[in-house]
Nanobody, 123 residues
Framework: QVQLVESGGGLVQPGGSLRLSCAAS????????MGWYRQAPGKQRELVAG???????NYADSVKGRFTISRDNAKNTVYLQMDSLKPEDTAVYYC?????????????????WGQGTQVTVSS
């Protein structure tokens, strides 16, 4: 069974920084795409940043130049460094990974989500 555990959220003042982490556990062969999404109250969940196994990254226009996604393949972990935070960045942040893992009788590739971590930007 694959699990994703997120950490690093919290309350920060505008202009501050936070670093989110998402660690995957289980019998894992490979992690392909890794990404961060967020959902603010009353809004749909949106992609914030993504990173592929080869290191290619993509970002939402609203966070370009402020957020940086990275991954540590040895630790099965994806990070989101968030700088110059704004009140509009307030949301629950979720990681999503596409993982090939051993599930009882075979290797399977599925999407997995973390439990979510609250990020609040307020003075």
């Amino acid at each position: 069974q694959v699990q994703l555990v997120e950490s690093g959220g919290g309350l920060v003042q505008p202009g501050g920084s936070l670093r989110l982490s998402c660690a995957a556990s289980g019998i894992i062969a490979s992690i392909n795409a890794m990404g961060w999404y967020r959902q603010a109250p009353g809004k749909q969940r949106e992609l914030v940043a993504g990173i592929r196994s080869g290191g290619d990254t993509n970002y939402a226009d609203s966070v370009k130049g402020r957020f940086t996604i990275s991954r540590d393949n040895a630790k099965n972990t994806v990070y989101l460094q968030m700088d110059s935070l704004k009140p509009e960045d307030t949301a629950v942040y979720y990681c999503k990974n596409t993982i090939t893992s051993w599930l009882a009788t075979s290797w399977r590739t599925n999407d997995y989500w973390g439990q979510g971590t609250q990020v609040t930007v307020s003075s």
